[in-house]
């Protein structure tokens, strides 16, 4: 373009943008819509589940992108001014003709429905090591806006492929199927039905936890990009060239011979914000960039994760779930001219922490799933199911390890155990703190078992004043989530536990024995006359405790043990424990290393004998696409999470 034909060419576009303005402005009126929105979704967000399921909802039969002005998409034309300003002018026109076919840019601010936003980790190495060891499965994710509102922002995630599918199945019920195996599952959705050429399986993706393959309700719905009359009477354009539908609707459309399975996504589950929660976090963490993308941009990116058996050979690494779309996370970033930020991020702790989590949740790829996480374990000791409080008004589990627990048959109470040995640890995607932890138990009724754990040392220590006006002090110790429970007047105590494993203070008579672990109970006045005594290396002060409920099949501490989240250590064992444990120091960056590598020496000894078996035959498992084992990252996040945590 010359500099003469530059003033007419802005003279134009602004004459265009202006036709469509009044154009935009004039539909609005006339329909009563108020922003760029659809009734298609429910207003959800990530924490709400209790919106209306996805499969619900109304289709509108005409879209103001529909019709003759279809090319006149003001997102395009937004594009071609991003392009005016950035254009290149030593780039070949051919190639800048074929490179403008398809295009993608940041919009700053700007969220609409059919944004992209791509989540980022965040610049903040303590903000990133809390996302990674806590919501891991949204790391690097590309999310479709389907809705935004001033109160709501929510999408689908678009590159995170499972190896799951849906199946028709009896009685018009589907079922999720494991493409290649025939393994049927146990959830269904009533949706569906035989097509005139027999049952088809449909390939899933996962657009996020709310109604996600893992809820009470899955719920789907489909993107496409078919454009006959069928598919148009049944579907909703999300931006033009990209329909959604649900799955009856992709179903009549396979039906009338417009399409196959394999052109259509869908995806089970759906993600969202709060607008004020996104825009805090994408301002203060940098963790979101919004981006605008064409049609083809999307499902170019889409292609890249699908992998059918007739192109297997040209499939991209993104079509393995284990990979969770990090390729086509990293394609997109350089697109919008990110390069150096995607590579820079790539092969982290993080990106471990999520190819461990695709493994588990996106591709089946092990027989046992176990989730990380304790299933019995509460937040506040005395919930009930329907969330109301038990009576634990005479209860105070720090002073309530009596004669009569040691009466019951089998009794648990003294009872250590230790996190399991599984190579790919029930702990490492969730509660990290659990993975080789070791857990005194001082507590199995009839309703929950409770224990402390012993081997997390924290920053903080406990002061204990003499009568002489001099004081000492011990290192406090983390016991576990639970660090209250109710008193009768419904204030919330938090118990301090006093133990030693000391035998002149047993010979002396100070302190409860726990069951018959060696290990004994105190107050603080026997700690004060056991510190004026002299002795301090025995006696550990916790605050925190674990609490497992017994209900249904579960039975306490006992089914965790029985679901090997946890084995049991000999007793002969507990006392060598104790006192490799006794060697830990104040929590501190300098400590960190030395404590984490006491707790796990203390964690071995617990094996009976003191030794690590090892099976030569059983192979290292190793993270997807790396050389780091399994057990080594575990190992880390554990570490990562004491930094979090207990480092402050």
Excluded at 102 to 107: G, L, S
Excluded at 573 to 600: A, C, H, Y
Aim: charged content about 25%.
């Amino acid at each position: 373009m010359t500099e003469n034909q530059k003033p007419m060419h802005f003279m134009m576009l602004f004459i265009r943008v202006l036709k469509m303005i009044v154009a935009v402005s004039l539909w609005m009126n006339a329909t009563g819509v108020q922003a760029w929105s659809s009734n298609y979704a429910p207003k959800l967000s990530r924490h709400n589940k209790s919106a209306a399921p996805l499969t619900t909802m109304p289709l509108s039969k005409k879209s103001p992108l529909d019709g003759e002005n279809v090319e006149d998409d003001w997102r395009d034309f937004r594009a071609q001014l991003v392009r005016s300003e950035n254009r290149d002018t030593t780039t070949n026109p051919q190639d800048r003709e074929q490179d403008e076919e398809h295009w993608a840019y940041e919009t700053g601010d700007f969220v609409e429905r059919g944004s992209i936003v791509i989540s980022v980790p965040s610049s903040c190495a303590f903000l990133d090591d809390v996302d990674s060891l806590n919501s891991i499965c949204y790391r690097k994710s590309i999310v479709f806006v389907l809705d935004a509102s001033a109160n709501f922002i929510q999408g689908i995630v678009l590159n995170r492929p499972t190896n799951i599918g849906v199946k028709e199945g009896a009685d018009g019920m589907m079922q999720f199927v494991q493409p290649g195996h025939g393994e049927m599952f146990d959830n269904e959705i009533g949706l569906g039905g035989e097509t005139q050429n027999g049952p088809h399986r449909w390939k899933i993706w996962f657009g996020g936890e709310v109604n996600g393959v893992y809820s009470d309700s899955p719920q789907v719905m489909c993107l496409h990009s078919v454009v006959s009359d069928t598919a148009q009477s049944v579907s909703d354009v999300a931006i033009p060239g990209i329909y959604l539908t649900s799955f009856a609707g992709a179903q009549k459309i396979v039906q009338s011979g417009d399409a196959n399975p394999s052109d259509f996504w869908i995806f089970c589950g759906i993600c969202g914000w709060e607008t004020n929660t996104f825009y805090r976090e994408m301002h203060e963490e940098g963790l979101w960039h919004i981006v605008s993308a064409d049609s083809g941009t999307i499902v170019e990116e889409l292609n890249m994760v699908r992998c059918e058996d007739a192109v297997a050979e040209n499939c991209d690494i993104d079509a393995d779930p284990m990979n969770a779309g990090l390729h086509t996370w990293e394609m997109l970033m350089e697109k919008i001219g990110r390069s150096d930020e995607a590579h820079d991020s790539s092969d982290e702790f993080g990106d471990l922490m999520l190819h461990e989590w695709a493994t588990g949740a996106l591709s089946f790829a092990f027989a046992d799933v176990r989730r990380g996480v304790m299933t019995e374990t509460i937040t506040q000791v005395g919930l009930d199911d329907d969330g109301s409080f038990l009576d634990l008004a005479s209860y105070d589990p720090a002073y309530d390890m009596t004669i009569q627990n040691e009466s019951r048959e089998a009794t648990m109470v003294g009872t250590m155990i230790r996190g399991s040995s599984a190579q790919r640890s029930p702990y490492l995607l969730y509660d990290q703190g659990f993975h080789k932890s070791l857990i005194l138990i001082l507590r199995d009724g009839d309703d929950h078992s409770e224990g402390v754990m012993l081997n997390h040392v924290t920053s903080s220590n406990v002061s204990f004043d003499f009568e002489n006006s001099e004081s000492a002090e011990l290192n406090l110790r983390y016991g576990g989530p639970t660090l209250h429970y109710e008193d009768e007047d419904g204030n919330y105590v938090v118990p301090t536990f006093y133990l030693h494993s000391n035998e002149a203070l047993r010979d002396d008579g100070i302190g409860i024995p726990i069951g018959s672990s060696g290990i004994y109970k105190m107050t603080r006045n026997e700690v004060v006359k056991a510190l004026m005594s002299g002795i301090s290396e025995d006696i550990f002060v916790i605050q925190g405790f674990s609490v497992w409920n017994k209900r249904g099949d579960h039975s306490g501490v006992v089914g965790e043990i029985e679901n090997e989240y946890f084995e049991l250590v000999p007793r002969s064992q507990i006392k060598t424990v104790w006192n490799i444990l006794s060697e830990q120091q104040i929590l501190s960056p300098d400590s960190l290393d030395f404590n984490m590598m006491k707790g796990r020496q203390a964690w071995v000894v617990a094996k009976e004998g003191g030794a690590v078996v090892t099976n030569d035959d059983e192979e290292v498992i190793k993270v997807f696409g790396s050389d780091i084992d399994v057990e080594s990252l575990a190992d880390e996040a554990t570490k990562r999470w004491v930094n979090v945590n207990l480092l402050f």
